[in-house]
C-alpha cells in the first residue's frame, strides 16, 4: 500500500539516511565529549570523530579537510563568506556582483552590505535562469572582490558554468563564491576543476541532519581568509567560534561519505522518475516547464500550469502531496516567487507554479501517484475557472486584467 503524504519537496529539506543516524547516535551518549577538550580521552573521541567527517566533507568537494569551516547551516556559511570577504578585502575593493535569482540568504546578506557602503550589482538571468557571461565580464573591475553564483538554483534546478564565470572573476583577482546547496551531494563537485574559493553547503539536503553546514575556504592558490562573524573562542581556525555539534558533524560527514559512493546512480534514477513525471504532466494542456532543461539538477523540475493557482493546487492535493508552490507564502506575504518573476514569467504563471523535488527514497509508485493526482487536480480546478473557460472558447485573455492576487 502506498503510504500518504508523499513528499516531493527534498530541495527544502530531505529526510535523514537511517545510515546517518545510526552514526550519529553514539555521540550524543558514550561520546558525547566537547570536540575542544585537550586534556582527556572524551574531548580527544570528539576531536577525531570530527576530524574523519571534516575529511569526510572535504572529499565530496575535492577539498581538503583544512579548508573546511563547520557552521550552523547554508544561510550561516553565506553570510560568513560574503560579510567575512568584504571584510577581510576592503583595501581591493567594495564590488560584488551577484544574481537577481540566488538564495535570500546571500541576496539579504548584499542588501545588510549595501547599507555599509558595499557596491552591488544584481545581474539578471535569462528566462531560463541563465546569466550572460559577456555581461558578467563587463560589470567585473579591479574593485571587484567577489562573484557570488549558485551552483545550482534551489527553486528550477538551473545549474551555472561556474567554471568560466569563476575565470571571469580571477581575471579581476575576485573570488568566486558558490552556494553550492542544492548541488553537494547530488552532482560531482570539484573545487579545483570549478575554480571555486569559497563555497555554502549543508547537511539537511544531502540526507544530513538540520543545523549543520560548511563554509568551503580555499588554502591554496590563493589562500584565501574571511573576517569571523562569531567571536569567541577561536574554533574553526579562528573564522567561526563556538562548541563543535559533534553528532551533527559526524552525520554530515556520513551523509558526504554516502553521497560520494551513491549520487551517480541517485542521479540517474532520479532523473528517469523526474523526466516521467515531467513529460506526463507536460501532457497536460498549458502547462510549461520552467528553468534550463538541458543544465540541470537531476531531481526537479518546476512547473507552472496556466489559468491554475499554485495555492489552489496545493489545496487540491489534500495534503497528500508535499511540493512548493510558486505562491508559497515564504515570508507571509503573498508575493509571487521573486526567483520566477526574475525569470520573465508574470504573476499569473509564478503563481501556478509547483515545484516538485524528488529525493532517495522517492519511488515509481509515489510517481505513478502524483501524476494522477496532479492531472486529476489541475483539470478539476480548471473546470470551475471562468479564465479556463474563457481561454477554450479562444478569448483573448491578454485583454482582460488579471485579478489582483
Ligand atoms: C536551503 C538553502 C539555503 C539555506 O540552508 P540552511 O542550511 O537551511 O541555512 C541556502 N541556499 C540555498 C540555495 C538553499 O537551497
Not at 70 to 93: C, F, H, P, Q, W
Not at 153 to 161: D, K, L, S, V
Request: charged share 25%.
Amino acid at each position: 500500500m502506498l503510504k500518504l503524504p508523499i513528499y516531493l519537496d527534498n530541495s527544502a529539506t530531505t529526510p535523514a539516511d537511517p545510515r546517518v543516524v545510526d552514526t550519529m547516535v553514539p555521540y550524543f551518549y558514550e561520546h558525547f565529549g566537547n570536540a575542544a577538550s585537550r586534556s582527556h580521552p572524551f574531548g580527544w573521541e570528539a576531536e577525531d570523530a570530527v576530524d574523519q567527517a571534516r575529511e569526510r566533507i572535504g572529499k565530496l568537494i575535492g577539498a581538503t579537510d583544512k579548508e573546511i569551516i563547520i557552521t550552523s547551516g547554508a544561510t550561516e556559511a553565506d553570510n560568513l563568506a560574503i560579510k567575512g570577504v568584504y571584510d577581510m578585502y576592503s583595501r581591493k575593493g567594495n564590488h560584488i556582483v551577484t544574481v537577481t535569482t540566488e538564495h535570500k540568504a546571500v541576496l539579504d546578506t548584499c542588501k545588510h552590505l549595501e547599507k555599509q557602503g558595499a557596491q552591488i550589482t544584481y545581474l539578471k538571468t535569462d528566462a531560463e535562469g541563465n546569466i550572460d557571461l559577456n555581461e558578467l565580464e563587463s560589470v567585473v573591475t579591479d574593485k571587484t572582490i567577489m562573484v557570488a553564483v549558485m551552483y545550482a538554483n534551489n527553486e528550477i534546478g538551473t545549474i551555472a558554468p561556474i567554471r568560466q564565470i569563476a575565470d571571469i572573476a580571477h581575471k579581476k583577482g575576485a573570488l568566486m563564491f558558490s552556494d553550492a546547496t542544492q548541488a553537494a551531494g547530488k552532482i560531482s563537485i570539484d573545487v579545483d576543476r570549478d575554480g571555486i574559493d569559497l563555497m555554502a553547503f549543508t547537511a539537511h539536503k544531502m540526507y544530513g541532519p538540520k543545523g549543520v553546514g560548511a563554509l568551503y575556504v580555499r588554502r591554496k592558490n590563493p589562500r584565501v581568509k574571511v573576517t569571523a562573524q562569531m567571536d569567541g573562542g577561536g574554533h574553526e581556525r579562528g573564522m567561526r567560534s563556538g562548541t563543535l555539534n559533534v553528532p551533527g558533524i559526524v552525520g554530515f560527514g556520513k551523509a558526504a561519505e554516502l553521497a560520494m559512493m551513491e549520487m551517480e546512480i541517485d542521479a540517474a534514477r532520479l532523473s528517469v522518475m523526474r523526466d516521467r513525471l515531467e513529460n506526463e504532466l507536460c501532457k497536460i494542456e498549458e502547462s510549461y516547464v520552467n528553468g534550463n532543461r538541458r543544465s540541470r539538477l537531476p531531481h526537479i523540475t518546476n512547473i507552472s500550469f496556466k489559468y491554475v493557482e499554485g495555492e489552489g493546487l496545493m489545496m487540491a492535493f489534500n495534503q497528500n502531496i508535499a511540493v512548493s508552490s510558486g505562491s508559497a507564502c515564504t515570508s507571509a506575504s503573498l508575493e509571487p516567487s521573486y526567483v520566477l518573476k526574475a525569470l520573465g514569467l508574470g504573476d499569473d504563471l509564478a503563481h501556478s507554479s509547483i515545484r516538485f523535488s524528488l529525493g532517495r527514497f522517492t519511488t515509481d509508485e509515489q510517481i505513478q501517484y502524483t501524476i494522477d493526482h496532479v492531472t486529476k487536480a489541475v483539470n478539476k480546478l480548471r473546470d470551475m475557472s471562468p479564465l479556463w473557460e474563457m481561454f477554450k472558447q479562444g478569448i483573448d485573455l491578454n485583454s482582460i486584467e488579471w485579478a489582483e492576487h
